[in-house]
């Protein structure tokens, strides 16, 4: 019964009453994107028009509020053919910025905000990173960073309600373990920067959130315990034979937090990334490639969690602003069923483990390596540059469809409750036995990722539903190797780097081929769901009006 006294439902499953708890939407909190400039695009922002209205998506987050395509930092006018005249003092300009967060507000979106990177006139080192050129160096004048924060901050109070920004975060930098690309000083020299950048953020106003460090990946060595990173204590992981029988630990977290709370610096939450990828440089120097085991990200997330739950920061909210199956933009995994079936599973084990974890990126439309080459180029898009709907969209689909309170979980999926209409819904998937745990790594070419199509046994899902209403109908979808594999279509027609109109439009209507049929509760009250899901099967059966 619930506090105004009505009587919620009661299923039984294989017989057995439920016994439910919360169930969050945690891949729905929060998505990623490449860069602010791109959300200038009108085919980025379509895409991200229907991933809201598909996945519930309540926050974005990508970089370059701060990077010179924005214009906000402005030193000079910018004289094109003329004369660049300097400016007697800095000027901050957002008419860019406002378009784009107006566009994401406007949507019932709130941006998670990455602050930087440092525009080229406060960058100590410019070009860091990216195509695009991200100059990602402490400030040449601290003074003018917390500026350019707080005037930025104080506009968008302005400009959306304090109300409003007191619902967004703050997150200081990305990355800046990652030196020389994400940053060129030292660990000490980011813990100030956060220092002072969230000094000036609850100046303005106590309430408004602010975190870090933003660090990438765990590691199982100390390439990351000194001021930077020290690639002879790779060596060892490198050689390793088995990489998951090593200690993986946070990078930076612990030291983060002992020297914020040393110093009585706020922390409302914790950032990581979390990739099940990574790799070690050995002896020689060589870069040597790792993919971690199947629950990799669970274990993480599991660690992560107690630590900061015994922390002198046990109420920080902890958000993952970056994951994926691999953190490269040209990893052919990402445009498959194989990806799918991973990310399902994850998200399944770690719903309640984090405030959020951000799936890196929503669409292809992401240009740090510079345009995709081809329409299926290992992007990390659940969508293609075009649009076409890849396999993992169609499976954040279906998390998206299930219920916010779990009545079963199984090792190969859930089934769920809408605490609003008591309808039931369920998401199955087959991560086949023969995988023997290990995570789908990563792959420099579509046709590297096939063999894993050859994985198997079928697997059989068998439940009954009881308590439901007699006639109720039930629409079941199911992506696999034979529905939906859009890039196992494009190989078929010989991977066309520039696919015509009409092989465009094929594509696009194979990507949404799903297996659909119905089912339909008996006098009794009871579904029976038997399907056998072959392998790399995800599946999602919801109730229809």
Excluded at 213 to 241: I, L
Excluded at 323 to 336: E, K
Aim: net charge negative.
């Amino acid at each position: 019964m619930t506090s105004d006294g009505v009587i919620e439902p009661s299923y039984r499953i294989d017989g057995r009453p439920c016994d439910e708890s919360e169930f969050p939407h945690v891949w729905a909190r929060c998505l990623g994107a490449g860069r602010a400039n791109e959300a200038l695009r009108a085919d980025w922002r379509q895409q991200f028009a229907e991933a809201v209205a598909a996945f519930g998506v309540q926050y974005i987050r990508f970089h370059g509020v701060f990077h010179d395509d924005m214009f906000v930092y402005r030193e000079s006018y910018g004289g094109g053919f003329g004369e660049n005249t300097p400016l007697a003092s800095p000027m901050y300009t957002f008419s860019y910025v406002d378009k784009v967060f107006d566009f994401i507000v406007d949507r019932g979106v709130r941006p998670f905000v990455e602050l930087g990177f440092m525009p080229r006139e406060l960058a100590t080192v410019p070009e860091t990173v990216f195509w695009w050129g991200a100059h990602c160096s402490p400030p040449k004048d601290m003074a003018r960073w917390v500026e350019l924060v707080t005037t930025s901050v104080e506009h968008w109070i302005d400009r959306y309600g304090l109300a409003e920004v007191r619902e967004w975060r703050f997150e200081v930098w990305n990355e800046p373990n990652l030196v020389p690309h994400f940053w060129t000083g030292t660990k000490t020299e980011y813990f100030e920067l956060y220092r002072q950048t969230v000094t000036a953020i609850k100046k303005i106003d106590p309430a408004l959130k602010v975190g870090g460090p933003a660090t990438s990946v765990f590691v199982p060595d100390d390439r990351y315990k000194g001021e930077v990173e020290d690639r002879a204590a790779m060596r060892e992981t490198a050689a390793a034979a088995d990489v998951d029988a090593l200690d993986w630990r946070p990078v930076w977290i612990e030291d983060f937090i002992a020297w914020c709370a040393e110093r009585d610096v706020p922390v409302d939450f914790i950032s990581t990334h979390l990739y099940p990828t990574d790799f070690a440089f050995g002896a020689d120097g060589v870069a040597v490639p790792i993919t971690r085991y199947a629950d990799a990200t669970f274990d993480d997330l599991t660690l992560l969690r107690g630590l900061v739950r015994n922390s002198p920061y046990p109420d920080a909210e902890i958000h993952i602003t970056e994951w994926s199956t691999s953190p490269s933009s040209r990893d052919f995994i990402h445009d498959t069923v194989f990806a799918a079936t991973s990310i399902t599973r994850s998200y399944l084990q770690c719903a309640t483990l984090a405030d959020s974890i951000a799936y890196w990126t929503f669409t292809d439309v992401f240009e740090e390596g510079g345009a995709g080459i081809g329409p299926f180029h290992g992007g990390f898009g659940l969508v293609n540059e075009s649009g076409i709907h890849k396999p993992t969209f169609h499976a954040f689909t279906m998390l998206e469809r299930l219920g916010d309170r779990l009545l079963l979980a199984t090792s190969d999926g859930v089934v769920t409750r809408d605490s609003r209409t008591s309808a039931v819904s369920a998401v199955f998937f087959n991560y086949p036995d023969d995988m023997d745990m290990k995570g789908v790594g990563s792959e420099n070419s579509y046709p590297a990722t096939r063999a894993r199509a050859q994985m198997g046994p079928v697997r059989r899902i068998r439940h009954s539903i009881g308590d439901l209403e007699p006639g109720t109908r039930f629409l079941v979808e199911i992506v696999d190797w034979e529905h939906g594999n859009v890039a196992e279509a494009w190989y078929q027609l010989g991977s066309p780097l520039n696919p015509s109109r009409a092989e465009t439009e094929y594509l696009g209507k194979v990507a949404d081929s799903l297996l659909r049929f119905t089912l339909t509760v008996p006098g009794t009250g009871v579904l029976t769901l038997d399907v056998e899901l072959q392998p790399w099967a995800v599946m999602s059966l919801r109730q229809l009006p």
